[in-house]
């Protein structure tokens, strides 16, 4: 199976400005249902009010990119429809809304995680390194990770890594507890979303728009982003 990084577009071409919706100033994002309140690692236990406005020169996507949300992925039916019939983590699809003056559509944020990563990675075979965040310098290697940390270690290590640095997987190979998703997140000190040319591929063949990948395809015994 292969592998690639996912994320949003930030092509205005196709987007139109970036991001293309803010959180809707009809609701607060701190109220007991607001969205500041869910956690990226867990189900709240509460379904949280999720509503957007449309920023001025913002096209409609699939995939919609959004101020004030820190994870996860406002889509469209389309788009989860897609998502349902593939092998995800834990996860949810919460309602929202869509603001356009009179307009409102009907969008989903994507609420998924993978507390597990860690246990998916084979630590002896996997390579991980700081170098610098300017890619013309990104082939010089400034330090090998330690991979034998607990999560609270790999925290740390994300949070004292110098300035305009950053951690880049090298080679990342995983054991045989990894559950075959078609998406999933690469937890700190290195996050990134990451998608399976299964899922891709039902993305493509519909015509989704709104997301971006990286340019090369990754192995799942050899995950270099």
């Given at each position: 199976m292969k592998y690639s990084k996912f994320s949003h577009s930030t092509d205005i071409s196709q987007i139109g400005i970036f991001p293309q919706c803010e959180l809707s100033r009809n609701i607060n994002?701190?109220?007991?249902?607001?969205?500041?309140?869910v956690p990226y690692n867990e189900f709240p236990d509460f379904i949280p009010r999720v509503e957007f406005d449309l920023a001025p020169k913002a096209k409609w996507t699939d995939i919609m990119t959004s101020g004030g949300l820190g994870h996860g992925y406002i889509v469209s039916e389309r788009v989860k429809e897609?998502?349902?019939?593939?092998?995800?983590?834990?996860?949810?699809?919460?309602?929202?809304?869509?603001?356009s003056g009179d307009l409102s559509k009907d969008y989903y944020w994507f609420h998924f995680f993978n507390n597990d990563f860690w246990n998916w990675v084979d630590r002896e075979k996997s390579e991980l390194y700081l170098r610098s965040i300017f890619p013309e310098e990104r082939d010089d290697i400034i330090m090998e990770a330690n991979l034998k940390k607990d999560n609270e270690g790999f925290l740390e290590m994300a949070r004292n890594k110098p300035s305009l640095t950053d951690y880049y997987w090298e080679k990342l190979v995983f054991n045989e507890s990894f559950p075959d998703l078609d998406i999933f997140t690469t937890l700190s000190p290195s996050m990134h979303d990451v998608i399976s040319n299964r899922l891709l591929d039902g993305l493509k063949v519909v015509g989704i728009t709104g997301y971006d990948v990286k340019n090369f395809c990754i192995e799942e015994n050899n995950l270099r982003l």
């Open positions: 994002p701190r109220a007991p249902d607001g969205i500041f309140n897609i998502f349902e019939k593939h092998n995800l983590p834990s996860h949810a699809f919460y309602p929202a809304k869509i603001h």
